[in-house]
């Protein structure tokens, strides 16, 4: 890819790409910096993909990996805080009304889950390439993912039909 082809292809996917990782990682401040570290890594793979969708769901896949990365060095960082009795500032506690903060009481592959299939749009072979599962466990995960959803809301005072 060369670099034109490549700043059209950011252009085109970067936005996406950022609420992605703001809204899976809820890491807002650091949005930026696993953006950038998701293109990294995908120029450095050079994916020998012909097609757009291809190129678009590698992307997601590279983004995805990059989260979990981040989380396993935030969950050793921890540990090591703990391990010398440093303090950690306890989450802000979710008001009722905020959706947001609901959709953040998911597990991480919840909220992949529900992000990939309802904002970006991904058929269930895509989320499964994305996440490394399988297509046939797609369905049943989504299912899942919307009532846990569904619990959270209700939990928190909203409407609580989360629709496939």
Known sequence: MDQAAFTAFYNETAPALR???RRVSQEGEMADDLLQETYVRFLRARPEIADHAGLKSYLYKTATAVIYDHWRRRRR????SRTFRLREAA????????VTRCFQKLNPRERALLWLAYVEG???????????L???SIRVLLF?????LERIL????LSAEVKP
Request: aromatic letters at 8%; glycine letters at 10%; charged letters at 30%.
């Open 154 to 157: 209700r939990q928190n005072g």
């Open 91 to 98: 989450p802000p506690a979710a008001g009722p009304g905020d």
């Open 77 to 80: 960082e921890q540990l090591w």
């Open 122 to 132: 991904y058929a269930h072979t895509e989320i499964a390439e994305t996440l490394d």
């Open 144 to 148: 899942r993912a919307r009532r846990n």
């Open 134 to 136: 399988r297509e046939k």
């Open 19 to 21: 609420g992605y990782i």
